[in-house]
Every structure is written in C-alpha cells, then in structure tokens.
C-alpha cells in the first residue's frame, strides 16, 4: 500500500473527479429523507452536529470535521464548545445529555476489545437522557454521518467547500 509521506502536502482536489451525487442521484432522495429524519425536533440540532462532528474526528475526515464544525460555527455555537468536542470527557461545555449521546457515537464507531460496543449500561444511561423517540433520532443521526463517511473517505471531497459542491 502506498502511504503518502507525513510531510507531504494534501491535494485540494478530490480523490474522486465525478461528483457522486452526479453519478447516482438517486442519493438525493436518500439525503434529504435522513435530514428530516434527524431534523424531527426530538433531539436538538446542536446536539446532533456534536455527535457528527465527532464522527468525522473518530473516523479521521478533515472533510466531515471542518464540515460540522462548519455547521455548529452557523447555529451560534461556542468556539470553546467546538475545539473541546474532541476532548469532550473532561470538557465542562457539556450537558449530561449531550454527553451521553457523544458517549454513544464513540461506543458506535470505536470497536470494543471487551465486547459490544454499546453496553447495556451505555444505552440505559443514554435512555435516562432521552425518550425512546429521541433515542431512535440520535440513533439515525450516527446512522446519518455515517452513511456520508464512506463517501468522506473514498471519494474525498475538499474541506472546506460548500456541502453541495465539494467537486468544484
């Protein structure tokens, strides 16, 4: 496998030339289904853009990072809040229920060496802080960022570009 040397410079071009939304836009319908989803009301937006934030650092993406943290600077979120998501654990900016959902995004996406990756105990401690609507909610939001991570990660957008043309 070719690794491409720490101090290289990153290209400002996608690693994909075509646009996927271009070649299957049938995606389209699929993504404006999942943001009515995670825009129910159930959980509020803010706690949601955490959670894909955090995403897009677990999984690496400097696209879905700067993307979010994109998002959250718009909705009128702290920068302290923003740069402490990453450190979340021992942030103060947190409520407990913000909190348990950034929990379960890392429970989510991170494998576990001692069993499943949501425990029980997680998942009640999420259910103290959400109602089972809620629950299911920031379930496809993890669901949401993560359906956009393959294409973070294959196809590489530009950070930084809008999100509806990150291929100009």
Not at 151 to 156: F, H, M, R
């Amino acid at each position: 496998m070719d690794m491409r040397a720490l101090t290289a410079e990153v290209p400002m071009v996608p690693r994909m030339p075509e646009d996927p939304a271009q070649l299957v836009p049938e995606l389209a319908d699929v993504s404006a289904a999942l943001f009515k989803v995670t825009g129910n009301g159930s959980v509020p937006r803010p706690t949601i853009g955490l959670v894909q934030l955090r995403a897009g650092q677990i999984v690496g993406s400097t696209y879905l990072t700067v993307l979010h943290t994109g998002f959250l600077r718009r909705g009128g979120e702290s920068e302290e809040r923003i740069t402490s998501v990453a450190s979340w654990q021992d942030s103060p900016y947190f409520t407990g229920a913000e909190r348990a959902a950034l929990a379960l995004v890392e429970a989510v996406l991170q494998p576990s060496a001692g069993g499943e990756r949501v425990s029980d105990a997680l998942y009640a401690e999420v259910a103290q802080h959400y109602d089972a609507k809620a629950l299911a909610t920031l379930m496809f939001a993890i669901g949401q960022v993560n359906f956009f991570i393959a294409v973070a990660l294959v196809a590489k957008p530009v950070p930084g570009r809008s999100f509806t043309d990150p291929w100009s």
